[in-house]
Each structure stands twice: as C-alpha cells, then as structure tokens.
C-alpha cells in the first residue's frame, strides 16, 4: 500500500480504540495483551496520571483499518519493569544527560514473554519496522531519551535491529510440558533425589490440615480477589516497599478478565484463607503471577507457586508455564533455564554504540550461563545434553 494512505496514530488510553479492534490484533497464547487485561490497569489508576507510566499506545492504520499496534508508555523511572536499566540512567546522568522520560513497549508490572507487536498476521515484518520507526521519531520529538521493548519474541527483535535496535539477552525459569499424563510422570523426569523431596514436601502440605481451592471463571467471587489482594499486599509490603497494583485493579480483573483468571487459595476449615497464589491462562500457556500469605506454613509457596499450577497445565493440556521473573527455587524443581529477549534504541549516538558494545558482551555470557545451568538441572534428560530452548 503507498505510504500516504499508511499512518500512525498515539492514543493516551485503550478507551480511544474498541475492544474488538484490539483484541482481533491479540494472539491466543498472552492474555496480558488484551484489551480488557490492559484497560484494567488504566481504568483502576495503576497506570496514567499521577504514575511513572503514561500511556501513549500507537496504532498503524492502512487507510481506515487498523493493521497492528503496541502497547506503549512514556515512563518516568524504571520500576515495574523486571528488565533492569538503572545502571544506564546511573551512566546517562553521570555524563549530564537525561534518561527519562523514555518509551517502553511492554505489559506494566508482567515479566510475561510473546509478541508485542500486535498484528492480525502474527509474524509481520513490515508492521513491526513501521510502528519501531514512529517511536523513534515520537521519542526525537518528545525528547525520549531511547526507545526499550521488553519480553518480545526473538523473531521481533531480530526484526527490530534491522531498524537500529539492540538485543538484549536475560534469563528467565519455565516448566515446559513434555506429554505428561499426571503430575508423578512429570516427577519420574527428576532426579531420585528431588523426586523424593517434592514428595515429602506435598505430603507435609496435605497433613497440615489446609483446604486448597481452584477457582477460575465466575467461581471466583469478590471474597476471593479480596483475600489475594491482601495477599499481594502483605508480599509487596514486606519485599518491595510499595505494591504497584491498587484492590481496585483486582476487582476489575475479576469482573473483566475472570475467564482468563486462575486462583489458588488455601485456608483452613471454617476460617479466613491464609494464602493464595493468582495466575492467569492462555490458550496453550500458564502464568504465575503473584503469591501471598498471612501465615507461615512450611512448604506452602511450592505448592501453590508450582505444584497445583503444574498439575493444571498437565490436565489442562497447557504446554508451558512461566512463572514469574527471578527465583532458583523454579530450577530446583523442574523448571529450565530460558533466554528471553528486550530491545533497545538510544537516540544518543554515543549512548547507542557503548550500550550496544555491552550488550552483545553480555549476551554471550548468559548464552554460556543458560548451558551451563541446565547441565545441573533436576531434569535428566536436560541434565545430560545442556541445550537451551
């Protein structure tokens, strides 16, 4: 199509765009990418005025049809983010330059990986060097120190370097379903070791007199967010300082989003829950997102963190589960160690050449990092051959 009928449009909320439009540009597999999941965290105020995050999405049209879009938001620091760059804005305001605001493609607060360039054919070249071009002249123009897209696809951010971006190569923990008929046949994949561990671990839990719950869909009624928004907000108290999700944003999951929504809760008979884990589903995947509890009982954040999500996606026929950033206790268990993959653009020259220098140094160590853990996975077979995904 001849470039004067293709334009790009930056909208400051998802209720200037229908959620039809939206969501016939979203794939199956991230659930965070809808319209409904992302106008929660507009709608409930954890993201827009009077936040670091101020939404500014682009949107491509071809004529009159919408042809693919980002989520996309001016940020003024970088929490919330889970690839870490404050060493970079250390290094910018050390030399006199300003490093925020800058642009960020990403889902806020989710460290979930899958395509960020949304487009009704899923593998789009043309739509993805579109929309990164009009984010880098958007930042030129809003004076955006640099342009930064996290958890895309690899094939995205191949893509995107052939407009001037650089990859960046990070770690994450992922429990991948290899035709398994039930959680025991998942643990003969482990070590005699840990197999007998997990074993010892998910019978403490089942004598400890605990109920445990699974709820998704309308089974999940306003009680139940309430005890994890509590939850969520004991963890975020004790370990970060300041939670970034509101309760309003919980029940506006629960009324929006409840069919992609999968509680975990346990308590015990005739009282309050005392813990509980909310993850949220795609088509073939599972994510873990947060946990929290009100009472210590030991081994109780595996159970729910790992052991109930992983016999989900066993007998729901999900092929993966993430979750979440960071934690070794995931390859303890099973999990594999997995590159996923950012993007960077600095409108810097020299920001550009020595941040790309780094990260094609830092790239090749994790590679090696990535073989190197997985020789010492639980898993026997991953431990013998070391490959990466």
Same mark, same amino acid.
């Given at each position: 199509m001849p470039d004067d009928q293709v334009h790009t449009l930056f909208v400051e909320s998802l209720r200037d765009v229908a959620p039809e439009d939206w969501d016939n540009l979203v794939g199956p597999e991230n659930p965070f990418l809808r319209h409904a999941f992302l106008s929660a965290l507009e709608e409930s105020g954890c993201v827009g005025p009077k936040t670091a995050w101020s939404p500014e999405h682009a949107l491509l049209f071809r004529g009159d049809q919408l042809w693919a879009a980002v989520p996309a938001y001016a940020k003024a620091d970088s929490f919330g983010e889970y690839i870490f760059d404050h060493a970079w804005a250390d290094a910018f305001h050390r030399v006199g330059l300003a490093y925020y605001p800058k642009s960020l493609v990403a889902v806020p607060f989710t460290p979930a990986n899958g395509r960020r360039f949304l487009s009704a054919q899923s593998d789009d070249p043309e739509a993805v060097r579109r929309l990164a071009e009009a984010l880098q002249r958007r930042a030129i123009k809003q004076a955006q120190s640099s342009v930064h897209v996290l958890f895309l696809t690899l094939e995205e951010a191949q893509i995107l370097e052939s407009a001037g971006f650089r990859t960046r190569v990070s770690t994450q923990y992922h429990w991948f379903n290899h035709d398994y008929k039930s959680f025991d046949a998942y643990l #003969?994949?482990?070590?005699?070791?840990?197999?007998?561990?997990?074993?010892? #671990?998910?019978r403490a839990i089942s004598e400890s007199g605990l109920e445990i719950l699974e709820l998704t869909g309308n089974d999940i009624e306003p009680g139940h967010m309430q005890a994890m928004w509590r939850f969520y907000q004991d963890t975020g108290s004790r370990k970060w300082g300041r939670p970034y999700l509101n309760r309003a944003w919980f029940e506006n999951i629960r009324q929006a989003f409840a069919e992609n929504t999968l509680l975990f809760l346990a308590r015990r008979p005739g009282k309050e829950y005392v813990a509980g884990t909310l993850n949220f589903l795609g088509k073939d995947r599972l994510f873990g997102r947060y946990w929290g509890a009100t009472e210590h009982v030991p081994f109780l954040h595996f159970e729910l963190c790992y052991y109930r999500p992983i016999e989900y996606a066993i007998r729901s026929g999900r092929l993966l589960f993430e979750a979440g950033a960071q934690g070794e206790h995931k390859f303890l268990r099973g999990f594999e160690t997995v590159p996923c993959y950012s993007s960077h653009w600095f409108a810097h020259p020299e920001g550009q050449r020595a941040i790309g220098d780094f990260l094609a140094a830092e790239a090749e160590q994790v590679r090696a990092g990535i073989v190197h853990?997985?020789?010492?996975?639980?898993l026997k077979t991953l431990r013998s051959s070391g490959v990466q995904k």
């Open positions: #003969e994949e482990l070590r005699s070791q840990k197999r007998k561990q997990i074993r010892r #671990e998910r853990m997985n020789s010492f996975s639980p």
